[in-house]
């Protein structure tokens, strides 16, 4: 993709926007999910790896 391709203009669900605002939208859905996720992991009592002692960020 070039840059002009990002900024395109789009219409979604009758909204106006940009290809890079939907790809913006689309992270930050996966990453709501993923804080769901983890909610859920916790509430039973399960650690997500990355927050067990010693453990490295990637």
């Given at each position: 993709m070039k840059p002009d391709d990002l900024r395109r203009k789009v219409k979604v669900l009758g909204r106006d926007a940009t290809?890079?605002?939907?790809?913006l939208r689309i992270?930050?859905?996966?990453?709501?999910h993923m804080g769901q996720l983890i909610a859920f992991a916790r509430m039973n009592g399960i650690v997500p790896p990355w927050s067990k002692p010693g453990a490295q960020s990637p």
């Open positions: 290809v890079d605002g939907m790809y992270i930050v859905h996966a990453n709501e």
